[in-house]
Every structure is written in C-alpha cells, then in structure tokens.
Nanobody, 113 residues
C-alpha cells in the first residue's frame, strides 16, 4: 500500500519561493504518474502539475513559467517561484496508477504580505 508524506509548505510573501516535497512509500511502480493538486477554501480541488512515468509534464496555465515539477525515484517535488496570493491553498501530492489513486495529507501554502 502506498503512503505519501508531504513537506515544505509555509507562509511566504508575494514574489517569494517555496519547494514542496513528497515521499512515497510502499509498492509504487515506475508506471505511476505523480503530481500536485491544490484546494483553496470554498473552491474545487484543481490540478497544479503532473509528471508521467516517462517524464511528460503538464502544468495548469496559472502556474506555467513559475512552478517546476520534478521526480526522483519515489519522490516528487514542486518548486514554486514568484508566488502570488492566489496560490494560497492546501497542496496535495498525488500518485496515480492504472488501478489505484493515492493522496497525501496536504500541506498549507499561504502567500501574504
């Protein structure tokens, strides 16, 4: 069974940077996709970035040019630069396989002066 542990969230000023990390444990396969979602209060959870088993990357339009997703073995990272107040949300790590989906517990990112 896969478990995901996230870290790196916090409070940052507009224009600042944060790096989120997600470590996966359990029987994760190299065919699994990994990604990040976020959910702001009162809003729907949305895809932020995804990286496939072969390195194909997709970003939400709102974060293109500012965020970078990467993976290393059973870890996935999200480098967030030029942060905006609109980026404030709980960020969730996601692992998706052919038959299973796993979620992290979420880490809070707050962008405020």
């Amino acid at each position: 069974q896969v478990q995901l542990v996230e870290s790196g969230g916090g409070l940052v000023q507009p224009g600042g940077s944060l790096r989120l990390s997600c470590a996966a444990s359990g029987s994760i396969f190299n065919i699994y996709n990994m990604g990040w979602y976020r959910q702001a209060p009162g809003k729907q959870r949305e895809l932020v970035a995804r990286i496939s088993s072969v390195g194909v990357i997709n970003y939400a339009d709102s974060v293109k040019g500012r965020f970078t997703i990467s993976r290393d073995n059973a870890k996935v990272y999200l480098q967030m630069n030029s942060l905006k107040p609109e980026d404030t949300a709980v960020y969730y790590c996601n692992v998706a396989g052919p038959q299973s989906v796993y979620w992290g517990q979420g880490t809070q990112v707050t962008v405020s002066s």
